[in-house]
């Protein structure tokens, strides 16, 4: 790997939010929606239930779960993010959000915990990332919910050189296969300045998803490569039953 821990950069830098500005609250809702609407038609939620999103960037689902009538915690690594966070939910009571690393669980338990827009997979060591999932079973009372890549897409997909242009800054965007994990490198100048940032995410199969989970004591029960809840696309979407309701 070529930058230990990029995440604590990159997500906190202010150009994160330049460069993945397309990625509105529209996208957010539609899935939420549908998750939603999911679990409540199979009985797996009940109205007013305890959420906590972790990895919650911004909170675009977080801030949306609360307006669906959760009681949300978002946490997030990005101190910047959690800002933003809080500003853009000040008049909403039942939302509150605080910076925390996903590998140290809080000490409390949610109906429903949720990992989402590949948050996972972050770490070189494969013991790390299975921490996380455990820490989203422990956290839980009922559900996990992990939205994660797909990997044979992503792999199969792979754009492996891109330009993009956002706000008069051309991001140079390489992407390589590197130790079973997507290597993203992102190079460009502001203002006479180089920068290079790196995201990098350990491409695991849903089969091994499953059978970690399993290893932790969580059953699937759904699974869906979209959002649209297709069996086929770029997603690996995964709930997991923890506990009966």
Same mark, same amino acid.
């Given at each position: ?8 950069n990159?997500?906190d830098?202010?150009y ?10 529209q996208?957010a809702?539609?899935f939420i ?5 999911f679990l409540?038609?199979?009985?797996l939620i009940?109205?007013?239930?305890t ?7 911004a ?8 307006q669906k009538g ?18 853009n939910?000040?008049d ?6 605080s910076?925390?690393?996903?590998? /140290?669980?809080?000490?409390a338990?949610?109906?429903? #915990?949720? %990992? ?6 972050? @770490? $070189? !060591? ?9 820490n989203l ?10 939205d994660y ?19 008069? /800054? ?7 296969? #590197?130790? %079973? ?6 190079? @460009? $100048? !502001?203002?006479?300045v ?30 869906w ?21």
């Amino acid at each position: 790997m070529k930058q230990q821990e990029w995440f604590k950069n990159w997500f906190d830098s202010p150009y994160y939010p330049v460069l993945y500005n397309h990625r509105n609250t529209q996208e957010a809702q539609f899935f939420i929606d549908k998750l939603v609407e999911f679990l409540f038609h199979q009985n797996l939620i009940k109205q007013g239930c305890t959420w906590l999103d972790t990895a919650c960037g911004a909170g675009r689902h977080a801030i949306y779960l609360a307006q669906k009538g959760f009681q949300v915690t978002g946490i997030d690594l990005s101190p910047n993010s959690i800002t933003e966070a809080i500003k853009n939910s000040s008049d909403i009571k039942n939302v509150q959000f605080s910076v925390q690393d996903i590998r /140290i669980p809080l000490q409390a338990k949610f109906d429903v #915990v949720s %990992n989402l827009f590949t948050s996972f997979g972050y @770490f $070189e !060591d494969d013991q790390d990332n299975f921490k996380v999932l455990q820490n989203l079973v422990i956290q839980s009372k009922h559900l996990v919910v992990l939205d994660y890549l797909n990997a044979e897409y992503v792999i199969k997909n792979l754009i492996k050189e891109e330009q993009i242009e956002k706000q008069g /800054i051309i991001f140079h965007i390489t992407r390589e296969i #590197v130790n %079973n994990a997507v290597l993203k490198t992102i190079a @460009f $100048e !502001d203002k006479e300045v180089s920068y290079t940032y790196y995201e990098q995410v350990k491409l695991y199969t849903p089969a091994q998803l499953i059978a970690f989970f399993k290893q932790l004591g969580g059953h699937i029960i759904v699974q869906w490569s979209s959002y649209e809840m297709r069996k086929e696309g770029n997603r690996c979407i995964l709930i997991a039953k923890t506990r009966s309701l």
